[in-house]
Structure formats: structure tokens, C-alpha cells
């Protein structure tokens, strides 16, 4: 037996097993592919091996490539070179693949003579998610062995093709349900005596016709949203049935290699590794984090719902809770409009969609919150309300059941203040709808226990939610920015820019909607009242162009007219006459700006209100404000966020 780092290699009879061993994705990084090129070598030359069974260590087969190397120049061996060493080796190799084989990893495994699967193995080319394409044979050698139909999906589409599905596509031999790799040798020892099979590369591929061709281009191009790498992907794989597959692979190459090189596939790198991080803050390492199985939720409104819906996704028991019999009811409706709504989309069955339901338990008032693990406020942003609700919650919950509150801008220092048990208390900030929307800002208070905090970032893993810390200020991280990226906007206005050249604007730049469209879709009286609270107080708020909206009955969509016109059940923003006379006193004489100078403008007014977050330590770190604004205040994803957007395009 041969043992190293990364690559065991041992024998059994005729058949050579190479064990994977890279913890903790068994990634193709330069050891990696320098032991597999070795271990070729070795076996190429042994007469007594007639077959190599390649395999990876634990759960998975191969997660990818080694991402920190696409920052470095490219080093030998690379992958295509020791796929094409495989392909072209004079005995078989088995790829037993035994769950992931993701990006390089199902490359390899599609390089390989025969393909041996598990339960749990699953196939995809996540590539197009960094930016970039496959780039050692996917384009190519996928459909030759699946089909252009089958294998665009996987290839553009971000698709996956689980065991079940390589075994009717023909792209595996055969299922192994128990004892894999004693059942892959037995497979490969019998399958040795056989002629090597016809290589993928070399295999006939038959072209759709142009009516695919055309639709895959239509369909790709609207999901891709600008985004590069899926429609290149799409290229490779048509140039590769169109000319052969030497040129398929030498344009795959190429342009792999050049999109890597991109800002766009720097900037989804930056993304990837600091999501990957985001789940397990240094700060909290070896802190165990507390056990929840059952959970509440008070306020059964908008946001309530969205966060019962997730806690239910995730597997949680749920205890709703409202004032009223008639409130329950509405929001117990609401929930059931969610989940049929999960089901047309196919997220579940309409079965799953109802099992889901059943364990939520609708009640009135706090007395049922008794026995939760966690309890989490969302009533509505007043702070007298939610001061009374934790105050109730105090007395009827256990004196180790976490509370939490979803608040978006008051101080949640004050809503808890009267709690006495302060290291249970937390701030939870889901973003509407809280089923959909991957974002939680997690507010740590002075008291808040380490075990609480660490809680909360579980909490997000189980939910599928991307978890960032914040600090106390008003907004947390994405409001405050939010509220600097409005007040230059409207800056601009008030200075003659037109604002539907600035919505054009960002909108171009990748945002889903400018930031005016954005008011008008949210509602323009929820800033507006928030504003109005803070008067109330006695703090000195200016008056904002959206105030003058809202007090002539403007508030947005849901009033068919905000800054723009909307007509009965459209959602199109139409200019506004009326808009443009209310206002008209408030602006200066009309002035023309690029699109490239509003862009710049407003990034720029993130990214320094993000400088002062880092400054007051709101923040943890640059990547936290990119992580808020990408995945809560749709920041264009292919350009990283306004931290690093600056950063890369500082002069």
C-alpha cells in the first residue's frame, strides 16, 4: 500500500483502488494532481493491474478544483493533462463515485472509463457560479456520453444529475447499495477482461438543431442576468458539436482561462470564500452552540409569517402566535398561501407542503411560548409594543429560552432593557420575505452570551441563510447604507438629475430595480413613519423628497402612484405628472448625468458609509458589508458588493 497526504493507493488482486484523501472537499489541488499523475505512472507500468478503481475518502467523491490557486499562475500538472493521461491509459479505471463529484471532480469522473455510483453520488459543473466555465473536457465530454439535451442543463443551468438519473442516461454502469468500494473492486475485476471502451472525447455527438440552439440562447441569457459565464458555457458546448471536439476543447480552455481572469470571476470568488466563511466567525470558535428543536414566533404580520415559513422549511416545530383570533387567522392563511405557492414553484409536493404546515401551532397570546427554545419578536416597529411583548415573554418563557427580535432600526438595547437575564437576549434581522430572502444580520448586545451568539449563526446554517454579525447603530450595516445610498440619490434629484435616469442607471449596472422603483415597491411610508418616529423624539430629521410624496398620498405601488405612476394591477413604472409638480419647488433646474457617474456616485456613498461602519467596529469586516448588501439590498452578485467594487475600481 501506498500512502501519502493525499492520494492512498493499494491493491487488491488485479485492481488498484486510488483513495482521495483532501480534506475537507478531497479538492484536485497541485498535490492532488501531481500523486494522481505519479500514481498513473506507477500502475501504466505494473503488468499485474488490470483494472484502478478511483475513489474519494468519506462522503464525497471530488468537491472541485482548488479555488485559492485560480490568483496564481497555472502549475504542472494541470487538470486537463491528467484527465487526458486517464483517458488514454491501456487498462480501465472505475470512477466509484460515492456522493459529490462537483466541477473538476466530475470532470474527472467523466474522463474515466466507467462510472460506479452510489446512493448518494450527484454530478454537476457549478463552474458558472465563479465566473468561469469548465475547464478541463465538461463541455465536451458531458454531452458525448448524455447528450447535448441532457447535458446543457448541468453545463449552464447549474443543474445536477443524481444516481438515479446517471444510471437512465446511460452515464453510469451501475448502482452500489452497500459495501461500495468492496462491490466497485468485485465490479472492475469482472469488467477487466472486457475491450476498453470508445473515450468520451471520441464518441458521435448529434447536434439538436437550431430550435434548441435558440431557445437554450433565449432561456440562458434571460436567467444569466447579465452574468458572462453561463452563455460562454453554452458556446463552448456549441462549438464543440459543431466543429469536433479538439476545437471544443481548445476554445473551452481558452475560455476558461480568460473569464478566470475576469473582475467579474474575481469578484464571485471573493463572495464564495467569504459566504464560506461567514457560517463560522473566528470569534466563536469552540463555542457550542445551544440545542433547538422548538421555537415561537410572535406576530403573525408580513415578517412574522416569512420567518414561521422558514423555521418550517427547516424542520423547526413553530408556535405562531398573535393578539387576536381574527389576526391568527389571517396570518395562518397567509402561511398556507406561502407553501402552495413553494409547491407551483416546486420546491416541495402540494403532501411536503402540508406535512411542512402541521407543525406549526397557531395560538393566541404568549402563555403557549412557554416551553420554546427560542422565541423570536417580529410585531411592528414600535418600540413601547415590543418592550411590552419581551416583558411578558420574560415571565411565561424558561429562564434558558433565547429571545430574540427582528427589529430593522430601534435599538435593541432598549427593547430588552427590561429583561434581566440579558445573556439570553439577541437581535435576529431576517430581511422580507423571510422565506426567500438569505439574509440575517445578527445584532450581538453587550450581555448577549457567546453560546446565544453562536445560536444564532446554527440557526442561519439550518436555514440556509448567510449570517453577518452587527453591531449597534441605527440600521445595523444594510439599513444604514440603504439610507446613505437614498439620501445621495436624492441629492441628485434635487440637484435637476432625472430620477428614472437614475434607476436606468443602476439598473444597467445589475441592480434588479434603481432605487426609486425600489421605494415605490417597499412603500414609501415605512421610511417615512420611521422618519416621523425619530421627529416625535425630538431629533432633527430634514425633510426628504419621499416625505412631500407620502403626505400628498403617494406612498408607492400600493397607492398606484409613488415616484411614479402605476396603473390599476401593473406593476410598470410610469412617468408621473404629478410627481414632477409636487416636487418641482424642492428641484434645480434639469442636468444630464452619465450612467456611469451616477453609478459612481452612489457606490461611492456606500462604500465610504461602509468605512465609517468598519471604523465604529459595527462591522467585522469589509466582506460583511458586501455579504449585506449582495444577498439583502440586491447589489449586482457579479460585481462583489460596493467594498470591493471600490476597492477593484479605485484609481
Known amino acids: 500500500m501506498m500512502s501519502d497526504l493525499s492520494v492512498k493507493l493499494e491493491r487488491r488482486g488485479p485492481v488498484a483502488i486510488a483513495t482521495i484523501d483532501n480534506p475537507p472537499v478531497n479538492a484536485l489541488g497541485l498535490a492532488v494532481r501531481q500523486q494522481l499523475v505519479r500514481v498513473i505512472e506507477v500502475l501504466e507500468a505494473d503488468d499485474t493491474v488490470r483494472a484502478v478503481v478511483l475513489t474519494g475518502a468519506g462522503s464525497l467523491f471530488v468537491g472541485g478544483a482548488d479555488i485559492t490557486e485560480f490568483d496564481r499562475a497555472a502549475e504542472q500538472p494541470q487538470l486537463p493533462e491528467l484527465l487526458e493521461r486517464i483517458e488514454r491509459a491501456c487498462k480501465p479505471w472505475f470512477a466509484a463515485v460515492n456522493g459529490l463529484a462537483l466541477g473538476g471532480g466530475a470532470e474527472l469522473a467523466f474522463a474515466c472509463h466507467y462510472r460506479l455510483v452510489g446512493p448518494t453520488a450527484r454530478f454537476g459543473l457549478p463552474e458558472i457560479n465563479l465566473g468561469i466555465i469548465p475547464g478541463a473536457g465538461g463541455t465536451q465530454r458531458l454531452p458525448r456520453l448524455v447528450g447535448v439535451e441532457n447535458a446543457l442543463p448541468v453545463i449552464a443551468e447549474n443543474r445536477q444529475i443524481d444516481a438515479s438519473g446517471a444510471l437512465e442516461l446511460g452515464l453510469a454502469e451501475t448502482l452500489i447499495e452497500n459495501d461500495f468500494v468492496e462491490a466497485a473492486i468485485a465490479l472492475a475485476t469482472e469488467m477487466s477482461v472486457r475491450p476498453l471502451p470508445t473515450p468520451a472525447l471520441a464518441l458521435q455527438v448529434t447536434d439538436p438543431g437550431e430550435a434548441f440552439w435558440a431557445d437554450a440562447t433565449a432561456r440562458i441569457r434571460k436567467a444569466a442576468k447579465g452574468a458572462s459565464a453561463p452563455l460562454a458555457a453554452l458556446e463552448a458546448l456549441r462549438l464543440g458539436v459543431d466543429r469536433g471536439a479538439p476545437e471544443g476543447l481548445a476554445f473551452e480552455r481558452e475560455t476558461f482561462l480568460r473569464l478566470r481572469a475576469s473582475d467579474e470571476a474575481a469578484a464571485l470568488r471573493y463572495l464564495f470564500f467569504a459566504e464560506r466563511s461567514a457560517l463560522r466567525p473566528p470569534a466563536l470558535k469552540g463555542v457550542t452552540p445551544r440545542r433547538i428543536a422548538s421555537t415561537g414566533v410572535v406576530g403573525a404580520g408580513t415578517m412574522g409569517v416569512g420567518i414561521t415559513a422558514a423555521l418550517l422549511n427547516a424542520g423547526y416545530e413553530v408556535t405562531l402566535s398573535e393578539r387576536d383570533g381574527a389576526s391568527l387567522e389571517r396570518g395562518l392563511k397567509a402561511l398556507e398561501a406561502v407553501f402552495s405557492a413553494q409547491a407551483k414553484r416546486k420546491m416541495h409536493t402540494v403532501e411536503e407542503g402540508?406535512?411542512?404546515?402541521?407543525?406549526?401551532?397557531?395560538?393566541?397570546?404568549?402563555?403557549?411560548?412557554?416551553?420554546?427554545?427560542?422565541?423570536?419578536?417580529?410585531?411592528?416597529?414600535?418600540?413601547?409594543?415590543?418592550?411590552?411583548?419581551?416583558?411578558?415573554?420574560?415571565?411565561?418563557?424558561?429562564?434558558?429560552?433565547?429571545?430574540?427580535?427582528?427589529?430593522?432600526?430601534?435599538?435593541?438595547?432598549?427593547?430588552?432593557?427590561?429583561?434581566?437575564?440579558?445573556?439570553?437576549?439577541?437581535?435576529?434581522?431576517?430581511?422580507?420575505?423571510?422565506?426567500?430572502?438569505?439574509?440575517?444580520?445578527?445584532?450581538?448586545?453587550?450581555?448577549?452570551?457567546?453560546?446565544?451568539?453562536?445560536?444564532?449563526?446554527?440557526?442561519?446554517?439550518?436555514?440556509?441563510?448567510?449570517?453577518?454579525?452587527?453591531?449597534?447603530?441605527?440600521?445595523?450595516?444594510?439599513?444604514?447604507?440603504?439610507?446613505?445610498?437614498?439620501?445621495?440619490?436624492?441629492?441628485?434629484?434635487?440637484?435637476?438629475?432625472?430620477?428614472?435616469?437614475?434607476?436606468?442607471?443602476?439598473?444597467?449596472?445589475?441592480?434588479?430595480?434603481?432605487?426609486?422603483?425600489?421605494?415605490?415597491?417597499?412603500?414609501?411610508?415605512?421610511?417615512?413613519?420611521?422618519?416621523?418616529?425619530?421627529?416625535?423624539?425630538?431629533?432633527?430629521?430634514?425633510?426628504?423628497?419621499?416625505?412631500?410624496?407620502?403626505?400628498?398620498?403617494?406612498?408607492?405601488?400600493?397607492?398606484?402612484?409613488?415616484?411614479?405612476?402605476?396603473?390599476?394591477?401593473?406593476?410598470?413604472?410610469?412617468?408621473?405628472?404629478?410627481?414632477?409638480?409636487?416636487?418641482?419647488?424642492?428641484?434645480?433646474?434639469?442636468?444630464?448625468?452619465?450612467?456611469?457617474?451616477?453609478?459612481?456616485?452612489?457606490?461611492?456613498?456606500?462604500?465610504?458609509?461602509?468605512?465609517l461602519i468598519l471604523e465604529e467596529r459595527i462591522a467585522d469586516g469589509p466582506e460583511a458589508i458586501d455579504l449585506v448588501e449582495v444577498h439583502g439590498y440586491g447589489f449586482p452578485r457579479t460585481k462583489g458588493g460596493p467594498m470591493f467594487f471600490s476597492y477593484r475600481n479605485a484609481s
Not at 416583558?391 to 418563557?397: H, M, Y
Not at 440575517?440 to 439550518?462: H, M, N, Q, Y
Open 354 to 611: 402540508q406535512t411542512r404546515l402541521a407543525r406549526v401551532k397557531g395560538v393566541v397570546g404568549l402563555d403557549n411560548l412557554e416551553n420554546c427554545d427560542l422565541v423570536i419578536e417580529a410585531v411592528f416597529e414600535d418600540l413601547a409594543l415590543k418592550q411590552d411583548v419581551f416583558g411578558k415573554l420574560e415571565k411565561v418563557c424558561r429562564t434558558d429560552t433565547i429571545l430574540a427580535t427582528n427589529t430593522s432600526y430601534i435599538d435593541p438595547r432598549r427593547i430588552g432593557e427590561g429583561i434581566a437575564a440579558q445573556e439570553r437576549f439577541i437581535g435576529l434581522h431576517f430581511f422580507s420575505p423571510a422565506q426567500v430572502m438569505k439574509l440575517l444580520e445578527i445584532i450581538s448586545l453587550p450581555g448577549t452570551a457567546a453560546d446565544v451568539l453562536a445560536t444564532g449563526f446554527e440557526l442561519a446554517k439550518r436555514l440556509g441563510k448567510v449570517p453577518v454579525r452587527s453591531g449597534i447603530c441605527e440600521g445595523f450595516i444594510g439599513n444604514r447604507i440603504l439610507k446613505r445610498y437614498r439620501v445621495e440619490a436624492e441629492f441628485m434629484v434635487r440637484n435637476g438629475v432625472d430620477f428614472a435616469a437614475i434607476d436606468a442607471a443602476m439598473r444597467e449596472f445589475g441592480y434588479a430595480m434603481g432605487p426609486f422603483e425600489m421605494q415605490d415597491m417597499a412603500g414609501l411610508d415605512v421610511s417615512f413613519l420611521n422618519r416621523e418616529a425619530a421627529r416625535a423624539r425630538g431629533e432633527q430629521i430634514p425633510e426628504t423628497l419621499g416625505d412631500i410624496l407620502v403626505r400628498a398620498g403617494r406612498k408607492g405601488q400600493k397607492t398606484g402612484g409613488g415616484w411614479y405612476d402605476y396603473a390599476p394591477g401593473d406593476r410598470k413604472p410610469l412617468p408621473s405628472a404629478e410627481t414632477s409638480h409636487l416636487l418641482a419647488e424642492a428641484r434645480t433646474a434639469p442636468k444630464a448625468a452619465e450612467p456611469k457617474e451616477i453609478v459612481a456616485r452612489l457606490i461611492k456613498a456606500m462604500a465610504d458609509e461602509g468605512r
